[in-house]
């Protein structure tokens, strides 16, 4: 039950795109298509951006996506905008109804 | 509005227990399998803690097991961790989250527990 490796900040200027990568194990995210995004303000909800690799809740601007390429997962936020600056955190199912997170994303947005 | 609540946080010293709450609105509660997922300080997210539908199944991270206990009062719309022998490790903010789609579709605000002597 290894945490998923994120880099611990990303950035970009308004109007660009900025991706974040989330590398696991074959146990984990390149085991299954349960991968989610989460964007985290502190001190607020957590709320679900991208679930099942690139599937979005309603509600989720079109601005956020996701992919996977084997063991690494990635979210795309294009068009960034300042309320986009936030914690982003990966998850992934890890088999045998354990759950795994990764340390988390700081996207700063310049 | 679909919300979760959670309460029941503080401090707590080494060896201690407290039991964390979770009332949820605007759904019925019976028809989700729920979690814990706690956050300690300037650390990532950490799942804890999984209950089925009917309250008959848990699983938990390994860290945790034989000292909390989830379960569930569907007709009271809640959720519970009964969290003992407490260590100062578990040290967080802890998140009911509902799940749905494989993913955490629905969090609360989280409440904060602290195990210090």
């Known amino acids: 039950q290894s945490a998923l490796t994120q880099p611990p900040s990303a950035s970009g200027f308004p109007g660009q795109s900025v991706t974040i990568s989330c590398t696991g194990t074959s146990s984990d995210v390149g085991g299954y298509n349960h991968v989610s995004w989460y964007q985290h303000h502190p001190g607020k909800a957590p709320k679900l951006m991208i679930y099942e690799v690139n599937k979005r809740p309603s509600g989720v601007p079109d601005r956020f996506s996701g992919s996977k390429s084997a063991s690494t997962a990635s979210l795309t936020v294009s068009g960034l905008q300042a309320e986009d600056e936030a914690d982003y955190y990966c998850?992934?199912?890890?088999?045998?109804?354990?759950?795994?997170f990764g340390g988390g994303t700081k996207l700063t947005v310049l | 509005e679909v919300q979760l609540v959670e309460s029941g946080g503080g401090l707590v010293q080494p060896g201690g227990s407290l039991r964390l709450s979770c009332a949820a609105s605007?759904?019925?509660?019976?028809?989700?399998?729920m979690r814990w997922v706690r956050q300690a300080p300037r650390k990532g997210l950490e799942w804890v803690a999984t209950?089925?539908?009917?309250?008959?199944?848990?699983y938990y991270v390994d860290s945790v097991k034989g000292r909390f206990t989830i379960s569930r009062d569907n007709a009271k719309n809640a959720l519970y961790l009964q969290m003992n022998s407490l260590r100062a490790d578990d040290t967080a903010v802890y998140y009911c989250?509902?799940?749905?789609?494989?993913?955490?579709?629905?969090w609360g605000q989280g409440t904060l527990v602290t195990v210090s002597s």
């Open positions: 605007g759904f019925t509660l019976g028809s989700y399998i």
């Open positions: 989250a509902r799940d749905a789609n494989w993913a955490f579709e629905i």
């Open positions: 998850g992934s199912w890890g088999g045998s109804n354990t759950w795994v």
């Open positions: 209950i089925n539908t009917d309250g008959s199944e848990e």
